[in-house]
């Protein structure tokens, strides 16, 4: 009683609410260390002439110093399969895992990157456009400069197991007539929309089982544009993960939902391998 009496009235308040502040505190550090850090880098093309590197095109050799400082940093590269299965069944994961990924399929990624990731014994994964595929694969033609894998390249890659492949939708990947990517018209139902989009991602999942006997576990959001339904439509569809374009840490816990929308860093040309990745990986 004497000891309260000599207090002022916030010392007081402090007392009172301390124990409860604290225990919140250590709640939410229990909570936290139940979860990892995930940083997911995010490629497009590779070509050899530096004069052609930009936002999203770098060189071969760009690539190597970055995969080789990755790993000199101490992390491992995970694949969307290993991911998933630390999440729906409490598989286990490297203390520093980080995903590689290769947006639209460009053949100069089966030519340049699948050389450098089994030399450095790494992953990736390259999400495919269905469409582009098919294109290339019936004209047969593989051109490092502006070409897309096939489906005998996807075929030979899938064998070395260091590229995992994903669904990157069939023929979403442009922004013409309204839709930007796969994202909803303007005056366009939720009813319309969920058939478009559906039918489009089934279509290529639906070959990648024909022509590979495999089926992608993971959708990736074509210039980022996402729609708001667009997580529910694709867990119907059996998706258990989608790759978006927004940059960023991801924290994964084992809650499914968390394996959705992971943020990714895209890889631009203009600054060093040290600068890029030196917020990413601290």
């Known amino acids: 009683f004497h000891l309260i009496f000599l207090l002022n009235y916030q010392e007081f308040l402090i007392l009172l609410i301390l124990p409860t502040t604290l225990l919140l505190y250590c709640n939410a550090s229990i909570e936290k260390e139940e979860g990892i850090r995930l940083p997911i880098i995010m490629y497009h093309s590779l070509l050899k002439e530096k004069s052609r590197s930009g936002k999203y095109t770098i060189t071969p050799d760009t690539l190597k110093q970055d995969l080789e400082y990755i790993k000199s940093n101490g992390y491992t590269t995970i694949n969307m399969e290993e991911l998933i299965n630390y999440v729906y069944n409490d598989g286990t994961l490297p203390e520093k895992p980080i995903i590689i990924t290769f947006d639209d399929g460009y053949y100069n990624n089966f030519g340049y990157a699948i050389p450098i990731l089994k030399e450095l014994n790494m992953k990736a994964i390259i999400s495919i456009v269905g469409e582009y595929t098919d294109t290339y694969?019936?004209?047969?033609?593989?051109?490092?400069?502006?070409?897309?894998?096939?489906?005998?390249?996807?075929?030979?890659?899938?064998?070395?197991?260091?590229?995992?492949?994903?669904?990157?939708?069939?023929?979403?990947?442009?922004?013409?007539?309204?839709?930007?990517?796969?994202?909803?018209?303007?005056?366009?139902?939720?009813?319309?929309?969920?058939?478009?989009?559906?039918?489009?991602?089934?279509?290529?999942?639906?070959?990648?089982?024909?022509?590979?006997?495999?089926?992608?576990?993971?959708?990736?959001?074509?210039?980022?544009?996402?729609?708001?339904?667009?997580?529910?439509?694709?867990?119907?569809?059996?998706?258990?993960?989608?790759?978006?374009?927004?940059?960023?840490?991801?924290?994964?816990?084992k809650n499914e939902d968390s394996l959705f929308l992971l943020k990714r860093n895209n890889r631009p040309a203009n600054i060093t391998t040290e600068n890029f990745f030196k917020k990413i990986l601290q």
Request: charged share 25%; net charge negative; with cysteine.
């Open 137 to 253: 694969s019936e004209s047969g033609e593989a051109n490092l400069n502006y070409g897309y894998i096939r489906w005998e390249d996807i075929k030979n890659a899938m064998q070395e197991e260091t590229i995992e492949f994903q669904n990157h939708t069939y023929a979403l990947h442009c922004n013409t007539k309204g839709r930007n990517g796969a994202s909803k018209k303007k005056g366009e139902s939720i009813e319309q929309y969920k058939k478009i989009f559906s039918t489009d991602l089934m279509r290529l999942q639906n070959e990648f089982k024909e022509y590979t006997d495999y089926v992608p576990s993971t959708f990736t959001y074509p210039f980022g544009s996402v729609e708001k339904c667009s997580t529910d439509i694709i867990k119907e569809l059996g998706f258990k993960a989608s790759l978006s374009c927004s940059s960023g840490i991801n924290f994964i816990t």
